[in-house]
C-alpha cells in the first residue's frame, strides 16, 4: 500500500515498530509495559512527521481503541487495519525469528495473539487474513478510497 501511495505521488513516511526499535531506542523487551512505551515513541514520531508529510504509515502492535489516536495525537485521519494471520503464516514467514521452531519458542516470549494478551481492534477500517495464499485479500483501491475519504 505505502509502495502504491509513492507511485500516485505523495509523500509517504512507514514507521514499522520493530524498524524504530532497531534503529533508534532498543532499550526495550516485549512485555505489554514495553510494548506500550514503544507505541507511545512511534506515536510521538508519528506526530512530528504528520506536519512533513501527506502520510504517515505505523505499522505495529497496538493496546489502544481508535480513539486514543485523535485524542493523543492529534490525528484527524485514522484508518485502522487488523491483520489476522494463521499461526502457518506466522511460522512460515517467521522474518525475525520471533517464533523459533514453533509459536512461542522463540527469542521473544511475549507474542500477542500467542502468549500475550492483545486486544483485537473490533471495528478496524479493513481487515487482510495473511495465510500462506499470498497477499492481502482487500484491494489497494479500496484502501486508498477510504484512506483519501478521510
Request: proline share 5%.
Given at each position: 500500500m505505502v509502495a502504491e501511495l509513492r507511485m500516485d505521488a505523495h509523500s509517504v513516511v512507514l514507521l514499522d515498530g520493530d524498524d524504530?526499535?532497531?534503529?533508534l531506542l532498543n532499550d526495550l523487551a516485549f512485555s505489554e509495559?514495553?510494548?506500550?512505551?514503544?507505541?507511545?515513541r512511534l506515536l510521538g514520531l508519528a506526530a512530528l512527521l504528520n506536519n512533513?508529510?501527506?502520510?504517515?504509515?505505523?505499522?505495529?502492535?497496538?493496546?489502544?481503541e481508535r480513539s486514543f489516536f485523535s485524542k493523543s495525537g492529534g490525528f484527524e485521519r485514522v484508518v485502522v487495519v487488523r491483520i489476522d494471520a494463521t499461526?502457518?503464516?506466522?511460522?512460515?514467514?517467521?522474518?525475525r525469528g520471533l517464533y523459533g521452531s514453533g509459536l512461542g519458542d522463540g527469542p521473544?516470549?511475549?507474542?500477542?495473539?500467542v502468549n500475550q494478551k492483545w486486544m483485537r481492534p473490533e471495528r478496524p477500517d479493513f481487515i487482510f487474513h495473511a495465510d500462506l495464499s499470498g497477499g492481502p485479500d482487500v484491494s489497494s483501491a479500496d484502501f486508498k478510497a477510504?484512506?483519501?475519504s478521510r
Open positions: 524504530v526499535r532497531d534503529a509495559a514495553d510494548r506500550s512505551v514503544q507505541f507511545e512533513q508529510v501527506e502520510f504517515v504509515v505505523v505499522c505495529a502492535v497496538s493496546f489502544f499461526q502457518e503464516a506466522l511460522t512460515f514467514r517467521n522474518q521473544a516470549p511475549n507474542l500477542p495473539g477510504v484512506l483519501y
